[in-house]
Structures are given as C-alpha cells and as structure tokens.
C-alpha cells in the first residue's frame, strides 16, 4: 500500500497546506480518503488523473473535506479524454447519499454520471461496520463531530496491511479501537496543546489514542495555523514512544 498526503490542511487557505485529502494506492486500486478544496489540483500536480481513482471515501461532509467531490464528477463527466467509463465506487457515513443528492440537485445533469457508474456504499453510522471492495476493505466506526462522521480504515486483503484514517473527531476511545494494530495511524491534531477546540484533537489525546492503538507509526495531521508555530512533539510524546511523522502536502508513505 502507498500512502500520498494530497492535503495536510484544514478550512484556513493556505499555500503550504491543502485542505484534507489523501490518495491511497491499495490491491491495484486507488483510492482518495476525503477531497477538500485544490485536491484536484494536488491531485494534478501528483499526476493522478480524476480517471485513476476508483474510489472515493469520505469521513464526513465539511466543506474542507468534502468540497472537490463537485469538481471530480464535472470532470469525471466533460474533462476527460476518451470519456470515463470505470465505475465510480463512493463510501462514506449513512447520510452521505442525501448530501450527494442536494449537490445534484443545485447542478442537474452536469454532476450526474455519463458513460460510468457510480455506486454508493453508505456505512453504520452507530457502530462498525465494513465495506469490501476488490482485494481491499474499508472498515469504518463512528466518530465525535458531527452526526454522520466516520473513521476509515482500509484494509489489503492480500497482505493484512492496513492504513486508518481518524477524520475530525474529539477524544473517542472508537479510534483506537478501529486502529488496532494498524501499520499507520493518520490521526488528526488540528489543535496545539495550548489551545483546545471543540470536535478535534490535541496532541496529548493523539499520543493516548495511538498508545492505546497499539499502531506501527502515527502520523498526525489536519493542522491550524497555530500547530506551525507550537510544540506538538513533547507534550504526545508524555503518552506514545512510537515511530512519529507530521504531515506535509506530498508526502509519501509505504506500507
Ligand atoms: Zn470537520
Ligand atoms: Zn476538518
């Protein structure tokens, strides 16, 4: 499996950091983990065209997650050449299909599917749940932020690596639960230590939750502006000993 970091950011515009998003290269398949604002773009500059991806997973519907999910099926319709005809698999939290059918409905025919397929699989929003795809999995659990938000962890079947993704959540013990193990942990840390916000993580909760995880490497993500200028090291680190990684826009992993 190979990981790319298409977006380390958040809501706040930013030249340095896109907001979220990462490609993930899974059993021959690759797959875009949330597109926020410019992941086309990044995705572009990655030389991952809209055709490449055959699989779109969400972790919920804020616009810094999920804002591009229009650009990719207006490309994925008029801006190819020859026209798309592999099927367009989405996963993502039950409600997701609703909020597909309102962006369809603000933009009629041009975001419906021409020429390809597009299947949803909507996941358990109340507990576990799973999603098999070829040669890959997406086992999800829900999260503490809005109603319809998930934690993703996808799986290869082949080789039982796996790669979890936390989405935006406050402290939950359902992310490490889902992360078990997993050989990378990207956890969101959009908060510095000093500065706690509602619906997301601080360092010191990132450190517990991979401790308890028991994962392989951590990875944190989804900063603010004000995790550039603080210490996220020392105070996670009073609670995992771990491999640790801070993500930057392109990024590369393998698994
Ligand atoms: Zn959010
Ligand atoms: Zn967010």
Redesign the pocket.
Known sequence: MELLVTGSG??VPSVRRC??GYSVAVAGRRLQIDS?PGTMRQLARFSIGPEQVDCLCYT?T?P??VADLVPFLFASRYGQEPPRTRGLEVVAGRGFGAFLAAQQAVYGHWLEPEGFELHLHELATDGEDRWEGGGFRVVSRPMRHIETSVALRVEEVATGRSICFS??TEYTDELARLADHTDLLVC?C?NPEEAPGPG?LIPSQAGRIAAASGCKTLLLT?FYPPCDEADLITPLRRHYDGPLLLAEDGLRLVV
């Open positions: 958040t809501a907001a979220a926020g919920h804020h810094d997650h989405g935006d969101e959009a997301h989804h």
